[in-house]
């Protein structure tokens, strides 16, 4: 049973950052994480190898602190008792002890259910990036890039570099809301840089505003997809291999719901609720990043330095992060007003359409349910071995649906680690 006054879940951004925060206050701090590389999404591949130079700094700084320790490919399964989290790595399982725990636990795509979503060909917009990061092969292949959010510019730049044709990029979000959040940009002009940098990439594509993907279809794998532009105008088909297509994202508040912590409903998102500190309604368990709510990389790093600080007992220090993090919760909430979903992607979905992947459950059968703990035992519902991560959120889309519960373990685990 291993022992840290601070314990950090997600070694993302707002993780690593908290872990810096904390570690300067002399406390011993172990940084746990289910990927082999610290980074999370935004930095995978490792914070050492990103143009970015703060994720440069925070690791070089982790790496040389005696009082650090990292934990990869390790996933937290349960709490047995307060204070104590239950982790299994590829080779062995432990209890880790701890005095003040840090949540980072990040965010996931939102996918929402259409006509041929689960063709081959057809993944999240952030998950193709992913996989074209690790190594995944699309040299010369056509790639729709569709949903909605700044992230699509960033994963078809990703795309484009590793030799992919990106045919298009399909944005949801009306052109006059674009436009004033473009015009808010003036108060965070790093963020102009980066969309001028991606603007310069990506100048050949096409940038269809206010359309999205009504279908996708092919003969055993993804072949054309057909997309709305706008209101009534004509179905227009874009030959692919590939479809990227994400709906922003979702705040991963699994762990926090099943350590007793508050939630709250912020628009589509359910997010952890924490105070000007970070802290949980649970004392001594904090929380930073996306999991408070999507805001992006800058946020999270201030979000992680005040939790880390607050959680070394360093307060005067965190009380001199509010300012800056009031103006990345400022931008958070212009992006959210921008890339609003659209009604008309409720109703994409036949009867026929599948909403549950893992249990094969489709929009038929659920539609005439009330609430998603009544779907799931009528009919299994989020069941699976995502336990709801996929459908819970095109759920909460089409029907308004919450999950009202979190079953453990939070990851799957190996009989023996459970029953030692």
Known sequence: MSHYDILVIGAGPAGLAAAHAACGGGVRVGIVDDNP???GQIWRGGPDRQADPRAQSLWSALRDAPNVTFLPQTRVLYSPEPGQLRVQSAAASDTLRFGHLILATGARERLLPFPGWTLPGVTGAG?????????????GKRVVVAG?????LAVAATLKFKGAHIVAIIEQAATPAMAR???GLVWTPAKIGQALRLAAQLKDVPYLRDSYVHSAHGDGTLQSVLVQRGHGRELETLQCDYLACGYGLMPNVELAQALGCATASDGAQTVVDADHFQQTSVLGIYCAGEGTGVGGVDLALVEGRIAGLSASGQIVPAQAEF??????RKF???????????????TLAGDDTIVCRCEDVAHGELRTHTTWRCAKLQTRCGMGPCQGRICGGATEVLYGW???????PISPARIDTIIA
């Open 402 to 408: 919450r999950p009202d519960a979190v079953r453990m």
């Open 323 to 328: 300012g800056e993090r009031a103006r990345w």
């Open 332 to 346: 958070a909430a212009s992006l959210a007003r921008a890339f609003a979903l659209r009604p008309e992607l409720a």
């Open 127 to 139: 998950g193709l990036q992913a996989l074209a990061k690790g190594g995944y092969p699309l040299q």
């Open 37 to 39: 590389l610290a980074g």
């Open 181 to 183: 959040f473009a015009l």
């Open 148 to 152: 909605s959010g700044p992230l699509l």
